[in-house]
């Protein structure tokens, strides 16, 4: 079964290449959630950020040092591996420097 959507964990640092990637993923029919598209000032953004992981098929953690730094990638990259979906997956796109121990320790082995 391939994802029919995926929700994109990333540091706001790279806003430029994520736009592209979702660009790209939408071009090829898979809906892609990321947090500049979707959310507004005043939203919940908790419950909104942990609605959305729970509810695509798959979780893109894009994986630069600066993504690797942020509280909330983290706390978005926990929440994924709570989801007992049987077919989801949690895919990491590691930028170069980003380091693989630093890369473990988000994502365990």
């Known amino acids: 079964m391939s994802a029919k959507s ?9 806003d430029g290449v994520v736009r592209e990637l979702r660009q790209t993923l ?12 979707r959310l507004s ?11 959305a992981i729970e509810n695509a ?7 630069s040092p600066e993504a690797l730094d942020s509280d909330w990638v983290e706390r978005e990259t926990e929440h994924a ?11 990491p796109l590691a930028f170069p420097g980003t380091g693989m121990r630093n890369l473990r320790r988000l994502l365990g082995e």
């Open 81 to 91: 591996k709570t989801v007992r979906k049987a077919e989801y997956k949690i895919v």
């Open 6 to 14: 995926v929700f994109i964990s990333h540091s706001s640092k790279n």
């Open 57 to 63: 098929d798959c979780f893109l953690l894009v994986a």
């Open 26 to 37: 939408e071009s090829l029919g898979v809906e892609a959630w990321t947090d500049s598209e």
């Open 41 to 51: 000032g005043g939203d919940p953004l908790s419950p909104k950020i942990r609605e």
